[in-house]
Nanobody, 134 residues
Framework: GIQLLASGGGSVQSGGSLRLSCATS????????VGWFRQYPGKEREGVAS???????DYADSVKDRFTISQDNSKNTLYLQINGLKPEDTAMYYC????????????????????????????WGQGTQVTVSS
């Protein structure tokens, strides 16, 4: 089956950087969109960054210019580079893969657009905690 394993979280001071990693297995990278989400205690999970199978990306407005999503398909790993960390970035971060939602076809191939909606993702990693102190 499809598995995702997130790592790289930690405790850092405001202004610092982290790189979150998500080891993936069980699927071909260009068959699923992937994304990073975060969840505050007692709140709904929210999307922060996503890559579609057309390699386009989407970011939440609150993280643009600070977060960068990327994937190394040779290593089956998804990354989230976080720079300029702020206390409000403190949350549990999850990686996910999915096939629901917006897509388009070109020729005979189906492409999945990036998405920040948790409903478009069926497979989830276990989460990694990021804590930012001021």
């Amino acid at each position: 089956g499809i598995q995702l394993l997130a790592s790289g979280g930690g405790s850092v001071q405001s202004g610092g950087s982290l790189r979150l990693s998500c080891a993936t297995s069980g699927y071909t990278y260009n068959d699923y969109r992937v994304g990073w989400f975060r969840q505050y205690p007692g709140k709904e999970r929210e999307g922060v960054a996503s890559i579609g199978t057309d390699d386009s990306t989407d970011y939440a407005d609150s993280v643009k210019d600070r977060f960068t999503i990327s994937q190394d398909n040779s290593k089956n790993t998804l990354y989230l580079q976080i720079n300029g960390l702020k206390p409000e970035d403190t949350a549990m971060y999850y990686c996910a893969a999915g096939r629901r939602g917006k897509h388009f076809t070109y020729g005979e191939r189906l492409y999945l657009l990036p998405s920040l909606s948790p409903d478009d993702f069926q497979f989830w990693g276990q989460g990694t905690q990021v804590t930012v102190s001021s």
